[in-house]
């Protein structure tokens, strides 16, 4: 069994920062990538950041340039840093990871972490 925690959402003016975190926990032998996804009232899912075992990275064209994802391997755990929030961020923001559970490669997602940015 695999958990994915996230913590650090709010509500933050715009403007402002916010930085999420998100640890794994579990039957885990390694994880490929894990990262980032937010879902807009009425809106679809949409990618925000991934990061794989080797620290490459991938953005969503909104968030370049003032979100920036990393990890601690030592810790399971996935950072998403965010800057210059603005209200089009608002969401629930999913973290999800790749992972060799042993038993094979798996998909896991976490419960959600609300961000609220005001105007």
């Known amino acids: 069994q695999v958990q994915l925690v996230e913590s650090g959402g709010g509500l933050v003016q715009a403007g402002g920062s916010l930085r999420l975190s998100c640890a794994a926990s579990?039957?885990?032998?390694?994880?490929?990538?894990m990262g980032w996804y937010r879902q807009a009232p009425g809106k679809q899912r949409e990618l925000v950041a991934h990061?794989?075992?080797?620290?490459?990275?991938n953005y969503g064209d909104s968030v370049k340039g003032r979100f920036t994802i990393s990890r601690d391997n030592a810790k399971n755990t996935v950072y998403l840093q965010m800057n210059s929030l603005k209200p089009e961020d608002t969401a629930v923001y999913y973290c999800?990871?790749?992972?060799?559970?042993?038993?094979?490669?798996?998909?896991?997602w976490g419960q959600g972490t609300q961000v609220t940015v005001s105007s």
């Open positions: 990061i794989t075992a080797v620290n490459s990275t």
């Open positions: 579990g039957s885990i032998r390694s994880i490929h990538v």
């Open positions: 999800n990871a790749l992972i060799n559970s042993g038993l094979g490669l798996q998909t896991d």
